[in-house]
């Protein structure tokens, strides 16, 4: 699954680069580069997906199939398209004033991460690594919303994070109830829950057929 390292990696190596240098006038082209990278990795892993099926990679942690890649590839294409429009505007913003050569670094580090987890929370399959990713991507687009670090964007990046992390939360339950009822199906079979989300959507699709067998009286 090199693909797959690739399309993860890119985006990951790109934040700790422009962390590094996004602050030159050079970063707008690398920022550009990196997410070009990245599409051109989810790509090859469509192609891939397309021509040899659902992919398993690294333990079963990671789970690619003809619906979350066609996702992957219109999330890298939005960031490639977004990086290219970018470019010039983060130039006429820094030359009025409004970004620093921090408000930079930080836009253009946190718009690499910000793909990055995105892109995990699509391919992994672990319900684990689905929320760390989400409340990863919560917390970069809140860095990103206040990069003017003006009253407005101050405000409306504390709204974005209460409302983020009222509904992360709620996921969270919701990944711990899941949790508990595969683990019944799961344990029952001999098996030990794993976290997986492929196996914790089986169990649930079991115990719904199993509701559905149950005469009309019961099921009230």
């Known amino acids: 699954m090199t693909s797959l390292a690739f399309l993860l990696g890119i985006p990951l190596l790109g934040g700790v680069v422009l962390g590094l240098v996004g602050h030159r006038d050079t970063a707008r082209d690398v920022n550009v580069a990196f ?54 505007y983060m130039r006429v913003e820094r030359d009025h004033g409004k970004m620093t050569p ?35 991507a919560t917390l970069t687009t809140v860095l990103l919303v206040s990069v003017y670090r003006t009253a407005a964007s101050l405000e409306a990046a504390w709204k974005y994070f209460i409302l983020c992390g009222v509904g992360i939360a709620q996921a969270l339950f ?39 067998e149950l005469p009309a009286g019961q099921q009230r």
Request: proline share 3%; net charge negative.
């Open 102 to 136: 921090p408000r930079l670094r930080l836009y253009h580090s946190m718009y690499q991460l910000f793909s990055f987890t995105m892109l995990l929370a699509l391919t992994t399959n672990n319900l684990g690594i689905v929320w760390v990713a989400m409340e990863a």
């Open 35 to 88: 997410s070009a990278g990245t599409f051109i990795a989810a790509c090859v892993l469509t192609v891939q997906v397309i021509a040899h099926g659902p992919m398993l990679a690294w333990d079963s942690e990671f789970y690619i199939d003809a619906l979350n890649v066609f996702l992957v590839a219109l999330t890298a294409f939005v960031g490639l398209t977004t990086s290219v429009f970018s470019r010039p």
């Open 174 to 212: 919701g990944t711990v109830l899941l949790y508990m009822a595969a683990e019944k199906i799961i344990g029952a079979e001999g098996g030990a829950p794993s976290g997986a989300l492929a196996d914790a959507v089986a169990a649930v699709e079991k115990m719904m057929s199993g509701v559905e």
